[in-house]
């Protein structure tokens, strides 16, 4: 019988694949998928790989739903079913096409607030097990499947069952609140009320604090005040609104101010709301471009000034384990914050709606049941 030689790094075609499957070893029964020729195995590998569905951004505002291949868990690593995933803010600068952006992005790219079931997991996996509701710390998060290390999974109450649970982002929440230092008695403006500012809302009325809300739409207002605040402005007139606060403030102004907008106008008005030795948080995502900052009038107050982003992450894990903890306790109704579902197929509408805000929204996910 002819010998079957193969060079190496080439994929072997029917008589080559038909050559190896009867060239194993003698006395050693194997599968296929065991075959000791590597390019054998590459092809059993490619043929029997299950797909999934993922999205990919081809260029700005495009976006094509493709099948790639499903991720298997490495050692370490656990593969999540997933139910949904938030849309962040962050990611509409590569929806919009800022200078730094590049395409193709990865199938699943730009997805990182994922949820869902444990349905595979790796060598050495204790932590978690499969069917387990876990949120995850991952960045692929826009398909049907991702993988993640298994100390990168935080478990979810079952309690929570079917809701929406965006973990980074409600962590995110959680961690800005840590950093505010909030206490009860202070006095506390919340610059912007979108998902972040209104979970921020709530957090700090929880503790006893007086919160004064500012905001751009008459609905963030309402949920503002659902959610505990004192007082609510409308995100209007820069004088109006620093003169508004000083009334409600006797004119010492806020103790602690959060900037949860990221445009440089918020961050301005933010510092003039923020009381003498005060500390102004900045939680905004601010993404367009450098920031000028009125250096003289935080030097004269002399505010602490928290950039509230964290990147450590452990800490963020902390603030998803603190969120899950809050959500099982009935602190905040995650359900009632995530205000627009999409299919994945449709992720562009949810970056759209991301950005237009339209009646009613608060937060975009994908939903994948």
């Given at each position: 019988m002819q010998r079957c030689r193969i060079p190496p790094g080439k994929m072997p075609n029917l008589w080559q694949l038909r050559c190896l499957a009867r060239s194993k070893p003698p006395g050693k029964p194997e599968t296929l998928a065991a075959h000791p020729h590597s390019c054998f195995r590459r092809m059993v590998s490619t043929l029997t790989a299950k797909p999934m569905k993922a999205a990919v951004l081809t260029g700005p505002r495009t976006l094509e739903l493709r099948e790639v291949v499903r991720p298997?868990?490495?050692?370490?690593?656990?593969?999540?079913?997933?139910?949904?995933?938030?849309?962040?803010?962050?990611?509409?600068?590569?929806?919009?096409?800022?200078?730094?952006?590049?395409?193709?992005?990865?199938?699943?790219?730009?997805?990182?607030?994922?949820?869902?079931?444990?349905d595979a997991v790796g060598q050495g996996v204790r932590q978690v097990r499969e069917g387990d509701l876990v949120a995850l710390l991952s960045y692929r998060s826009y398909a049907e499947y991702d993988v993640a290390a298994a100390t990168d999974v935080v478990s979810l109450p079952e309690k929570i069952g079917q809701a929406p649970f965006p973990g980074e982002s409600i962590g995110c929440a959680m961690n800005i609140f840590a950093r505010s230092g909030i206490q009860a008695g202070q006095t506390?403006?919340?610059?912007?009320?979108?998902?972040?500012?209104?979970?921020?809302?709530?957090?700090?009325?929880?503790?006893?604090?007086?919160?004064?809300?500012?905001?751009?739409?008459?609905?963030s207002l309402k949920v503002a005040t659902k959610m505990g605040a004192d007082e609510v402005v409308p995100l209007r007139d820069?004088?109006?609104?620093?003169?508004?606060?000083?009334?409600?403030?006797?004119?010492?102004?806020?103790?602690?101010?959060?900037?949860?907008?990221?445009?440089?106008?918020?961050?301005?008005?933010?510092?003039?709301?923020?009381?003498?030795?005060?500390?102004?948080?900045?939680?905004?995502?601010?993404?367009?471009?450098?920031?000028?900052?009125?250096?003289q009038l935080w030097n004269w107050r002399g505010l602490d000034v928290v950039n509230a982003h964290e990147r450590d992450p452990q800490i963020y894990l902390r603030g998803i384990q603190a969120a899950a903890d809050a959500v099982a306790e009935g602190v905040f109704d995650i359900a009632e914050l995530c205000t627009h579902s999409f299919e994945l197929g449709r992720l562009g509408a949810a970056f759209e709606a991301t950005m237009s805000r339209p009646e009613g929204f608060l937060k975009a996910f994908i939903s994948y049941e």
């Amino acid at each position: 019988m002819q010998r079957c030689r193969i060079p190496p790094g080439k994929m072997p075609n029917l008589w080559q694949l038909r050559c190896l499957a009867r060239s194993k070893p003698p006395g050693k029964p194997e599968t296929l998928a065991a075959h000791p020729h590597s390019c054998f195995r590459r092809m059993v590998s490619t043929l029997t790989a299950k797909p999934m569905k993922a999205a990919v951004l081809t260029g700005p505002r495009t976006l094509e739903l493709r099948e790639v291949v499903r991720p298997d868990p490495a050692e370490g690593q656990v593969r999540v079913r997933l139910e949904g995933c938030g849309v962040c803010a962050s990611n509409l600068a590569t929806w919009q096409g800022m200078p730094w952006s590049k395409y193709p992005t990865q199938p699943g790219d730009l997805g990182h607030e994922g949820w869902g079931r444990v349905d595979a997991v790796g060598q050495g996996v204790r932590q978690v097990r499969e069917g387990d509701l876990v949120a995850l710390l991952s960045y692929r998060s826009y398909a049907e499947y991702d993988v993640a290390a298994a100390t990168d999974v935080v478990s979810l109450p079952e309690k929570i069952g079917q809701a929406p649970f965006p973990g980074e982002s409600i962590g995110c929440a959680m961690n800005i609140f840590a950093r505010s230092g909030i206490q009860a008695g202070q006095t506390v403006a919340i610059v912007g009320v979108g998902f972040l500012g209104a979970i921020l809302t709530r957090l700090a009325a929880r503790v006893g604090a007086r919160v004064i809300a500012v905001s751009r739409r008459p609905y963030s207002l309402k949920v503002a005040t659902k959610m505990g605040a004192d007082e609510v402005v409308p995100l209007r007139d820069h004088h109006e609104i620093i003169e508004q606060v000083r009334q409600l403030t006797s004119g010492t102004m806020c103790e602690r101010v959060i900037e949860a907008v990221g445009m440089q106008w918020p961050l301005d008005l933010a510092g003039e709301l923020t009381a003498t030795r005060g500390k102004l948080v900045i939680a905004g995502y601010h993404q367009d471009g450098p920031r000028q900052v009125n250096m003289q009038l935080w030097n004269w107050r002399g505010l602490d000034v928290v950039n509230a982003h964290e990147r450590d992450p452990q800490i963020y894990l902390r603030g998803i384990q603190a969120a899950a903890d809050a959500v099982a306790e009935g602190v905040f109704d995650i359900a009632e914050l995530c205000t627009h579902s999409f299919e994945l197929g449709r992720l562009g509408a949810a970056f759209e709606a991301t950005m237009s805000r339209p009646e009613g929204f608060l937060k975009a996910f994908i939903s994948y049941e």
